[in-house]
């Protein structure tokens, strides 16, 4: 059976927040999941682009449901429904939010204790309404294990497509990518938005990030980046990081596990040929960057992943 999506449009729901979950969750032939729109109760539900959306179940949805997605919506401040918050909270599925959906998930209890995040508009106000949520308001998204949050619109694809990756492997992620025709991964903790970015003048760093990448089993240092890029290295450094949210080194760190979560995946090469292939060195040095990021080690990757 596919994994079920209930996806909870409340009042003035985000069209696009909503639209994200449902393409990705539900928008292709052969999917591993399915997707229902549901509400408070079946019905048109409006949206804060003045016209209206079909729920096509009520709340009894959440109960059925694998995963819950609640797309933000307009007026965080309203209260909302106590039979919404009491489903929100009873349901025993995994639950996800999109920008300013965490408001109903924190108001269900279920961000208590808990890392979340939200649009960077509204970070301050979810921080103040509820205390016992812990905040990160800078990030594009959380996962806290059974409960993940996001940051507004664009970040809700990351995030999605993170689920995906996460349920089904690297492989099947990047295909979801490729026919999104978007970026297959940001990392959740990379920033929402940069206060000064790299003027337009100065060009993009993207040749020297591809032919980092080409790479990846040298010793690359930041000096070496900022050769290629014919720039001094306060300078690479400042502006690599206006424009991927990440220092070289970091970002470099980051693309390696990728390359490690990939050849793990899709070859049957051992982990000490895996880690000088994608720059770690020695298996020792590839396990510990591994497990930081992606939560457990290569080889129980590998056992969940192989062929996916």
Not at 4 to 28: K, M, S
Not at 41 to 68: K, Q, W, Y
Not at 69 to 83: H, I, N, S, Y
Not at 106 to 125: K, N, P, Q
């Amino acid at each position: 059976m596919r994994h079920h999506v209930a996806i909870l449009a409340l009042d003035e729901v985000v069209p696009l927040d909503l639209a994200i979950p449902a393409q990705v969750f539900a928008g292709y032939e052969m999917a591993p999941y399915r997707a229902t729109l549901c509400a408070e109760v079946a019905g048109p539900v409006r949206t804060n682009a003045g016209f209206s959306v079909v729920a096509e179940r009520g709340l009894d949805a959440l109960a059925e449901a694998d995963t819950i997605v609640v797309p933000g919506f307009e007026r965080t401040e309203r209260e909302l429904a106590p039979d919404v918050l009491a489903a929100l909270r009873d349901s025993p599925a995994r639950k996800v939010s999109i920008c300013t959906g965490a408001f109903a998930l924190a108001a269900a209890g279920v961000l208590d204790g808990r890392r979340a995040t939200t649009h960077w508009r509204h970070a301050s106000e979810l921080a103040a309404r509820f205390p016992a949520v812990r905040v990160a308001p800078d990030v594009l998204y959380v996962d806290e294990g059974d409960v993940l949050t996001s940051a507004g619109v664009a970040a809700g694809l990351d995030l999605c497509l993170h689920i995906v990756r996460r349920d089904h492997g690297a492989a099947v992620a990047r295909a979801y990518a490729k026919r999104i025709v978007v970026a297959p991964h940001r990392d959740g903790g990379q920033a929402q938005y940069v206060d000064a970015p790299a003027p337009a003048r100065a060009g993009s760093f993207g040749a020297t990030r591809q032919w980092a990448l080409e790479r990846l089993h040298e010793p690359l240092t930041v000096q070496m980046l900022a050769a290629h890029a014919h720039v001094s290295e306060r300078t690479f450094a400042r502006r690599f990081a206006a424009e991927t949210g990440r220092p070289p080194l970091q970002w470099l760190h980051l693309q390696r596990v990728d390359a490690a979560r990939a050849a793990l995946e899709t070859t049957a090469a051992g982990i000490e040929d895996i880690a000088y292939s994608c720059g770690f060195g020695t298996a020792a040095n590839l396990r510990k960057h591994f497990r930081r990021v992606v939560k457990t080690t290569p080889t129980a990757y590998r056992r969940a992943f192989a062929g996916g």
